[in-house]
């Protein structure tokens, strides 16, 4: 069983800045890709940012220039640094990533999709 737990969320100004961070635990054997997921009000759930095993990364246009992805592959990690937000990047953060994980049985491990609890992001001005 995997879990990931998010943390960074909560209120800032227009134009300040925010770090998200998810940490995976669990029967870890690899993790692929890692991403950064968001909900507003009123919208479906849109991919924020991605970053790849090999470090490779994509943002929404709406992002570009303003928050950066990364991952601490050691601590089962991956970050995002937000700045100059603005209210329309007010939004429920979901963390994303398709792990690997130990089995039983053979072929000993299976791939899956997991997903944080998502914290909250406002963005008030």
Do not use: H
């Not at 998200?20 to 870890?28: K, Y």
């Not at 991919?47 to 943002?59: E, K, P, R, W």
């Not at 929404?60 to 050691?74: H, Y």
């Not at 990690?77 to 089995?103: F, K, R």
Request: hydrophobic share 30%.
């Amino acid at each position: 069983q995997v879990q990931l737990v998010e943390s960074g969320g909560g209120l800032v100004q227009p134009g300040g800045s925010l770090r998200l961070s998810c940490a995976a635990s669990g029967s870890i054997r690899r993790i692929y890709d890692m991403g950064w997921y968001r909900q507003a009000p009123g919208k479906e759930r849109e991919l924020v940012a991605s970053i790849m095993n090999s470090g490779t990364t994509n943002y929404a246009d709406s992002v570009k220039g303003r928050f950066t992805i990364s991952r601490d592959n050691a601590k089962n990690t991956v970050l995002m640094q937000m700045n100059s937000l603005q209210p329309t990047d007010t939004a429920v953060y979901y963390c994303n990533a398709d792990i690997g994980v130990s089995t039983r049985t053979f072929p000993y491990i299976q791939r899956s999709t997991y997903w944080g609890q998502g914290t909250q992001v406002t963005v008030s001005s």
